[in-house]
């Protein structure tokens, strides 16, 4: 059978020089691994410039044991000028590793797709600094995928707004310092106090709608904080390491 869809080419495992496989997030199929390889209209140059992060047209055949064979591929978007930035190619692929790890492989996956693709393009396009697109991805990919924290108000007093609010991030809620006397925490949780800018930045994050979720600005100072409690959030949720991010973080300047 063969299925016509577009994708977003996540990662890839060479396994002989005329042929590999692709970790694909697909329109219609979900997250697949289809295999590649030179042969009919697959030429050669094609078939070497596939690579994550690009977007493609394409037509997979799909047999009785589920194993998908690209038949034909189409560039639509390859996002070819971030290999020329090797911190913002970096970024690119630790996003494409954090969908990996996210995305359910069934289901209705245009949500991830649709953030995947908007964070690509506004970081090739520099739209918007890199360490925006990393605070924001990281905190709109979790809160999509079952690990949306709750900034609603202080868990135990409801108030919106208090002089001092700490994150949970072991909890994924909000406590305000009156109450954090009177209730502790739990002994593995690091309340980490957010400034006022960063708390109403993650509540954007989280609860905007996806249209006007890259319309915000923040100052360099609160942008850092922001990048460092969102990453610290998804290290404490996953539990897991990615090296895109390792390898990102290496060759990442300071932001003016
Ligand atoms: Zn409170």
């Not at 994550?52 to 034909?72: A, E, H, I, R, S």
């Not at 709109?140 to 135990?156: A, K, T």
């Not at 002994?187 to 954007?204: E, G, H, Q, T, W």
């Not at 539990?239 to 060759?251: A, G, I, P, T």
Request: include cysteine; aromatic fraction near 12%; glycine fraction near 2%.
């Amino acid at each position: 059978m063969i299925i016509k869809t577009q994708g977003v080419i996540l990662s890839q495992r060479s396994y002989r020089d005329n042929e590999k496989y692709l970790t694909i997030l697909t329109k219609d199929c979900g997250l697949i691994e289809a295999r590649i390889r030179v042969f009919g209209q697959i030429k050669r140059t094609i078939f070497q410039s596939i690579c994550p992060p690009g977007y493609y047209k394409m037509d997979l055949f799909v047999n009785k044991q589920m194993y998908y064979t690209v038949d034909t591929i189409e560039k639509i978007e390859d996002f070819f000028t971030l290999r020329y930035d090797v911190e913002k190619l970096a970024l690119a692929g630790y996003f494409c590793e954090l969908t990996q790890a996210l995305v359910p492989a069934k289901e209705h996956v245009w949500v991830y797709l649709r953030l995947l693709l908007n964070t690509l393009y506004l970081l090739e396009q520099e739209k918007r600094s890199p360490l925006f697109l990393k605070a924001v991805f990281e905190l709109r990919s979790l809160s999509i995928s079952g690990f949306m924290p709750n900034l609603v108000c202080c868990r135990e007093c409801c108030e919106y707004e208090q002089k001092q609010m700490y994150f949970l991030p072991l909890e994924g809620e909000l406590i305000c310092s009156d109450c954090m006397q009177e209730h502790p925490v739990q002994r593995n949780d690091l309340p980490i106090l957010l400034n006022k800018p960063v708390l109403s930045a993650m509540r954007y994050i989280i609860y905007k709608d996806f249209d006007k979720l890259f319309d915000f600005s923040l100052s360099p100072v609160y942008l850092k904080q922001l990048s460092q409690v969102t990453e610290y959030y998804m290290l404490t949720r996953l539990e897991k390491e990615f090296n895109s991010l390792v390898m990102y973080k290496q060759l990442k300047t300071e932001e003016p």
